[in-house]
């Protein structure tokens, strides 16, 4: 157990809505990093929060947006949603946020669009 | 944009056969890390590597960090049935703020 929950660990919705995966980092983590896995693909890096300002952005659709709230969980919001969401999308958190910081990664939310 | 190349994507070996796989960036890196991510799971680090030439043993599992800090490579000995899934190694890019993760080599074994 990484220490970091996710939920929901699955979601089944139609292409259109709207939906929002919630991750609880490890206690005393400041540092949230979420991250987007297709089917057999690597891991695409979408965004980072630091105590609840954004520290680092990645590949990111405008339609995704995210946040960290005042008590460090973080919400990735995904709207207009397509096909091509589909993906598992892990949650990830570190104590610094820096880069040679390690990363404990959730269970991972897997997403399915219809 | 900065990228991490991990190669190969695939490998299929014997039990009890060696493994290797590497990591490449065109621009010198600050720090790597590996992780490991198991069928179904979610990845788990496994460990970071800073210095210029570094390298780190943890049972089976070599790791290395190249003298230019370009790239890396994972050399798994004698292969288990454990050893299967994903492994991504992550490199940071000096004058960057984020960690990049490579594609990854699936690992799969034959008993």
């Known amino acids: 157990d990484s220490g970091v929950t996710q939920t929901p660990k699955h979601l089944i919705t139609a292409t259109g809505q709207r939906v929002t995966l919630r991750c609880s980092p490890r206690s005393g983590d400041l540092s949230v990093y979420w991250y987007q896995q297709s089917l057999d693909q690597g891991l695409q890096f979408l965004i980072q929060?630091?105590?609840?300002?954004?520290?680092a952005k990645g590949n990111i659709l405008e339609r995704f947006s995210a946040q960290q709230f005042p008590d460090l969980h973080s919400e990735l919001n995904l709207s207009s949603l397509e096909l091509g969401d589909s993906a598992l999308y892990f949650c990830?958190?570190?104590?610094?946020?820096?880069?040679?910081?390690?990363?404990?990664f959730g269970q991972g939310t897997r997403l399915t669009v219809v | 944009g900065q990228q991490v190349m991990q190669i190969p994507q695939y490998q299929h070996v014997q039990e009890g056969e060696d493994f290797t796989t590497y990591c490449n960036s065109s621009?010198?890196?600050?720090?790597i890390q590996w992780y490991k991510q198991r069928p179904g799971g979610h990845p788990v680090f496994l460990i970071q590597?800073?210095?210029?030439?570094e390298v780190k043993k943890q049972k089976r599992l070599t790791f290395q960090f190249g003298e230019a800090k370009k790239n890396s490579s994972l050399h798994i000995t004698a292969t288990q049935t454990t050893d299967v899934g994903t492994y991504f190694c992550a490199g940071a890019h000096s004058s960057a703020s984020k960690i990049i993760f490579g594609s990854g080599t699936r690992l799969s074994i034959r008993p």
């Open positions: 990830a958190s570190s104590a610094t946020g820096t880069v040679n910081t390690e990363a404990f």
């Open positions: 621009t010198t890196l600050s720090n």
């Open positions: 929060y630091y105590n609840g300002e954004e520290r």
């Open positions: 590597l800073v210095k210029s030439g």
